[in-house]
């Protein structure tokens, strides 16, 4: 479980935990993944945190290690960390090439490399899930953060395609504006507003509302679903 140090992301990995998963929490934050990690355990849940940056090569083949090492062979996969923070303060008219690709190594390379790192676990099991966050910006996004949640729509289907012979599921998951403290601090108070009146659901999502999709899509109940990504919006995107 990538970006768990904060937000959706320890979100999920409470979910997780409290459906009965061990989690490796992972996240560049070392920090926040401790304290994630000693929130599910003080919730009778079983976590461990682990340091990784997910767009070095290197760092994510070492958490696949350590994760086995540690936690035996993965078996659920949820590529959810990502530079999203103040992404808007970047228009493509005058983003530095420099911080572009820094955001495209995180937001995209990022899913690969961790799902590259834990394949080779989840064949060996004949049954996993991988999961990648995406965004309802792939479908309405008109920049540099919505050109990397795009892009990972391609990745969901294309390791769909590779792993489904294996008994493994890749899905999406866009959510709609969420309120985390990251998008809280990213998105112009005024602008929620104008969030609100474009969802047919009138009140703001939770990471509560993205956790039950979350483990829909790691379940058994979903397993001829594969290649897809679920909008969790609030019913804010209409569906082109
Ligand atoms: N909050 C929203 O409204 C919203 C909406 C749609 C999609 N999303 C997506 O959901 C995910 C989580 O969003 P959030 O609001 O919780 O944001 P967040 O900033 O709180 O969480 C992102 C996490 O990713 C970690 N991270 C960043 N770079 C990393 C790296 N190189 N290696 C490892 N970890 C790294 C951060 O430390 C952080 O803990 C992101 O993929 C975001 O794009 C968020």
Redesign the pocket.
């Known amino acids: 479980m990538?970006?768990a140090?904060?937000?959706?992301?320890r979100a999920y990995a409470i979910g997780l935990a409290r459906a009965g998963a061990a989690v490796a929490v992972?996240?560049?934050?070392e920090a926040?993944a401790k304290e994630t990690a000693a929130l599910i355990e003080a919730d009778s849940g079983h976590a461990v945190p682990f340091a990784?940056?997910?767009?070095d090569r290197a760092s994510t083949l070492r958490l696949g290690d350590a994760v086995r090492d540690q936690l035996g062979n993965a078996h659920i996969v949820v590529n959810?960390?990502?530079?999203?923070?103040k992404l808007e303060k970047h228009p493509l008219l005058t983003v530095d090439i420099g911080y572009w690709r820094n955001v495209f190594s995180?937001n995209l390379d990022?899913a690969l490399l961790v799902t590259q790192a834990f394949a080779p676990q989840l064949i060996s099991n004949g049954w996993g899930r991988v999961i990648v966050?995406t965004?309802?910006?792939a479908y309405t996004g008109p920049g540099m953060y919505g050109a990397t949640?795009l892009a990972l729509l391609a990745l969901i289907r294309g390791f769909a395609k590779e792993l489904g012979g294996y008994g493994v599921t890749v899905n999406g998951i866009a959510?709609?504006?969420?309120m985390?403290?990251?998008?809280l601090d990213t998105v112009p108070q005024e602008r929620l507003g104008e969030i609100l009146a474009a969802q047919v659901i009138k009140r703001h999502g939770s990471t509560d509302d993205l956790v039950g999709p979350l483990l829909f899509l790691c379940s058994d109940a979903a397993a001829w679903v594969t290649g897809q990504t679920l909008l969790v919006d609030g019913g804010a995107t209409p569906r082109l």
């Open positions: 990538t970006g140090a904060a937000g959706i992301g992972a996240d560049i934050n926040g990784v940056d997910i767009s959810n960390a990502a530079i999203f923070h995180v990022g966050q965004s309802t910006a949640k959510p709609g504006a969420t985390t403290d990251a998008m």
